[in-house]
Nanobody
Framework: VQLQASGGGLVQAGGSLRLSCAAS????????MGWFRQGPGKERQFVAGINWSGGTTYDGDVKGRFTISRDNAKNTVYLQMNSLKPEDTAVYYC????????????????WGQGTLVTVSS
C-alpha cells in the first residue's frame, strides 16, 4: 500500500485547510486510517482516525475543529481542519493500520510522506 498525502500549506490562524491522502497498490477499505502530526521538536502524535464504516476518533486537542472522512470508492481519506491555531503547525502524515481501530503509532503498517501545515499568528 502506498499513501500520498497532499493539501498542506501556509494559512493564517483561524483559517482552514483540507488534507487528502490517496491510497494505491493493494488497498483495502478495511484498514483503519489515521492522521498523525509532528510539530517542531515534538514526537509524532495521533490526530484523528476513521474505520471502514465511518466511525471516527479524535485527539482532544483537535476535536470539534478537525473532521476526518473517507471515500472508499476513491481510496482517499480527508482531514478537514478548521479554526487552525499556530500550535497546529506540523508535518501531517496519513497512515493505515490493519487493526479495527488504533491511536498507537506502532500499529500503523503504512505511512505517507507527510505534508507541511504552517499556521501563522
Amino acid at each position: 500500500v502506498q499513501l500520498q498525502a497532499s493539501g498542506g500549506g501556509l494559512v493564517q490562524a483561524g483559517g482552514s485547510l483540507r488534507l487528502s491522502c490517496a491510497a494505491s497498490g493493494r488497498t483495502s477499505s478495511s484498514y483503519f486510517m489515521g492522521w498523525f502530526r509532528q510539530g517542531p521538536g515534538k514526537e509524532r502524535q495521533f490526530v484523528a482516525g476513521i474505520n471502514w464504516s465511518g466511525g471516527t476518533t479524535y485527539d482532544g486537542d483537535v476535536k470539534g475543529r478537525f473532521t476526518i472522512s473517507r471515500d472508499n470508492a476513491k481510496n482517499t481519506v480527508y482531514l478537514q481542519m478548521n479554526s487552525l491555531k499556530p500550535e497546529d503547525t506540523a508535518v501531517y502524515y496519513c497512515a493505515a493500520s490493519p487493526l479495527a481501530a488504533s491511536i498507537v503509532r506502532p500499529s500503523y503498517q503504512y505511512w505517507g510522506q507527510g505534508t507541511l501545515v504552517t499556521v501563522s499568528s
